[in-house]
């Protein structure tokens, strides 16, 4: 049999996802965008005739996804890289044009197109703020380098803060050479000098890991280096848009109004999108604010998965202090500051309690424990104890020497507990350690809203009870959280109770997506546990032990 005429029909798949309909005849080939689903094709429609625009518009598609968007996408990155790129473009753009405002009035403020100004003067300014940004940036390095990466998103939008705390005063520097303070002018300057290597400094550390999360997809493999290639591409054509639009916005803000208002306009939509940005970010790594979040979440018997627990986040949470320093140092404070943590109710805000790392046992202690108590903490690696400020003891008298009985928890307070660390207990111990006071935190506070006039007494909460007999029913008294217990009795628990909660919880984290950091390889620092570290106490308890006299008869 004799063929006159054959075309192959050949259908192909890009690695972009994009379907080509190829057919190839004697003296021609025609490529054809395969059409989506469900879409009706006439079959009387001249396809030779569209098939030139169909293709140049899908190339040019493709050009632009290789160009700005990783290789693989979207399977090469994570669910939440979209919408991140999104605000991180618009912000970039506000950035841009709030810089050329700040440029301008740097340059004004050197004495452009003044006859009077002199540019050795200009050049002895600028080693002056090169002095002060190589200082800030050396010390900003030594002291927040280790916590970038677990607070990720906080130092994210701290960086765009303080750029564009550094923007702000750049502009308003040529006022006070109006007003005649030329000094105050070199002080924000070198303000903003030190702002800005501050933001470089946590701006870079938490770019990357956040760089690192959007190229560890949880199926799939992604590709960092590329991804900071494309990202750095796409800032790159944002600064030039900004910059030609700033070009024909600038000129037209002539006056100090229309200039401090869009500027103040501008910063507003900067952090703004920023927050958007990375509010949105869903890391599967744990810090303080998320292990807690989850444990609350896993003590109520509810799912915590990274989506939930990121939303649920505080990216500044508050602390009890007035003065929040992330870093306890000598430089910065001489005067000692105590570790304090404030646990909150990640559903509603409320303070559940506060919590003293690391605190001194004689100096908490007004009276002596019974030895009952002494004997249950003799085995335990570290102890958890009530401030004095929320324990009521009964009265004694002078001819009292019965043995000591147990203090009351204080109606009306909010609890304050003491972690107080032996030599022996190890740094993974040390987290869980901060983990069970959060929780008998949260557990004192729900019985104390519970019960509000039953005594709460301290005794009974260290010896598997909860409150006093004399006060409530044992059917219906609320008990502090298993999970307490359980990594209290750490030491007790070798066969199989030990770690119980601890352990149930890693298994249930690793099966809702968690990347729990316990591998050394993977870890890096051997002084954290799941990536979250706890400082080194200043005082630990050597031993610990009672004396008694014996009653004589009369």
């Not at 798949?13 to 025609?30: F, H, P």
């Not at 520097?173 to 933001?199: D, E, K, W, Y």
């Not at 807690?292 to 602390?319: G, H, K, M, Y």
Request: with cysteine; glycine share 6%; proline share 6%.
């Amino acid at each position: 049999m004799r063929l006159r005429r054959v075309t192959n029909e050949i259908s192909e798949r890009r690695t972009s996802g994009q379907e080509l309909r190829t057919s190839v005849r004697t003296n021609d080939k025609i490529s054809v965008p395969a059409p989506p689903p469900n879409t009706k094709v006439n079959p009387s429609e001249n396809t030779e005739s569209g098939t030139k625009g169909y293709l140049d518009q899908a190339s040019a598609i493709e050009f632009l996804q290789r160009v700005f968007l990783p290789q693989g996408y979207p399977d090469s990155v994570t669910s939440d890289y979209t919408r991140y790129q999104i605000y991180n473009a618009l912000q970039a753009f506000c950035n841009s044009l709030a810089g050329l405002i700040a440029s301008r009035a740097l340059l004004e403020g050197q004495g452009i197109g003044n006859p009077s100004a002199s540019a050795t003067n200009a050049l002895l300014l600028n080693i002056v703020l090169d002095v002060f940004s190589r200082t800030t940036t050396i010390i900003s390095a030594h002291l927040l380098g280790s916590s970038l990466v677990p607070d990720a998103k906080r130092y994210r939008l701290l960086a765009d803060i303080l750029n564009d705390s550094a923007v702000a005063l750049d502009t308003l520097s040529p006022v006070f050479n109006t007003l005649g303070l030329p000094q105050l002018r070199i002080t924000a300057l070198c303000l903003s000098a030190s702002f800005r290597a501050l933001c470089g400094i946590v701006a870079g550390g938490s770019k990357a890991a956040i760089s690192l999360h959007f190229s560890s997809p949880t199926k799939g493999k992604g590709d960092i280096g590329d991804l900071n290639a494309k990202d750095a591409s796409k800032e790159t054509v944002l600064a030039l848009l900004g910059m030609l639009v700033g070009s024909l916005v600038v000129p037209r803000l002539t006056s100090a109004f229309s200039t401090y208002t869009a500027l103040f306009f501008l910063i507003g939509m900067h952090i703004l999108l920023n927050y958007l940005g990375v509010q949105g970010i869903v890391l599967r790594t744990l810090n303080h604010e998320r292990l807690w979040i989850s444990w609350f979440l896993f003590d109520a018997n509810q799912d915590f998965t990274p989506e939930r627990v990121n939303s649920l986040e505080r990216i500044f949470p508050v602390s009890r202090m007035t003065l929040y320093l992330p870093f306890p140092t000598p430089l910065i404070n001489p005067f000692r500051m105590e570790t304090f943590s404030t646990y909150r109710n990640p559903l509603t805000g409320d303070a559940l309690g506060y919590v003293t790392l690391g605190s001194s046992l004689s100096k908490i202690l007004d009276r002596p424990l019974h030895p009952e108590i002494i004997a249950q903490f003799q085995h335990r690696e570290y102890i958890l104890w009530f401030d004095p400020s929320c324990l009521a003891y009964p009265p004694t008298g002078k001819d009292q020497e019965e043995e000591p009985s147990s203090p009351t928890f204080k109606r009306g307070q909010i609890p304050h507990v003491h972690v107080c660390f032996k030599e022996r207990c190890s740094p993974g111990t040390r987290v869980q350690a901060w983990i069970a006071a959060g929780l008998l935190c949260k557990s004192v506070s729900e019985m104390c809203a519970l019960s509000p006039t039953a005594t709460l007494e301290v005794y009974s909460l260290f010896l598997d009870s909860s409150l006093s007999p004399s006060t409530s029913s044992k059917s219906s008294e609320p008990n502090i959280s298993k999970h307490v217990m359980s990594l209290l009795k750490r030491e007790e628990g070798r066969d199989g109770g030990a770690d119980s909660s601890w352990s149930s919880w890693k298994k249930k984290a690793m099966k809702l997506g968690w990347v729990l950091e316990d591998d050394e390889s993977v870890r890096g620092d051997p002084g954290m546990e799941c990536g979250v570290g706890v400082p080194e106490p200043e005082t630990v308890i050597v031993s610990l032990g009672y004396s008694y006299e014996a009653k004589k008869d009369v």
